[in-house]
């Protein structure tokens, strides 16, 4: 069953139940800041488990002690659907965990 864009109202409102997340580009997108590279590349491993378990993957990218996503459904022609904000979300909640702000 093929993915739906949403509209845009849609995404603001999804937005508003996701602070710190944000349109930019055409993608979900959210940078979090970490006590330290170890902390911050496990959070990057942990995030990749959600993503395998979702089949829905962003642009995951590990900085010194950080930890940015980006991202779009490339089977909606790279618009923002209901996947990625589930995986926003499920970031977000493992995100307490590693005391990522």
């Given at each position: 069953m093929p993915v739906e864009p949403l509209s845009r109202k849609e995404i603001e409102e999804r937005l508003a139940e996701l602070?710190?997340?944000?349109?930019?580009?055409?993608?979900?997108?959210?940078?979090?800041?970490?006590?330290?590279?170890?902390?911050?590349?496990?959070?990057?491993?942990h995030i990749?488990?959600?993503q395998e378990e979702l089949d829905h993957h962003s642009d995951l990218t590990l900085g010194y002690d950080t930890v940015s996503l980006a991202v779009h459904?490339?089977?909606?022609?790279?618009?923002v659907t209901?996947?990625?904000?589930?995986?926003?979300?499920?970031?977000?909640?493992?995100?307490?965990?590693?005391?990522?702000?």
């Open positions: 602070p710190g997340w944000s349109l930019d580009h055409g993608r979900l997108s959210r940078s979090y800041r970490l006590a330290s590279h170890f902390a911050a590349t496990a959070m990057v491993v990749a488990q959600v459904t490339h089977s909606a022609g790279g618009a209901e996947k990625d904000v589930e995986l926003a979300r499920r970031v977000e909640d493992l995100a307490a965990g590693h005391a990522a702000h």
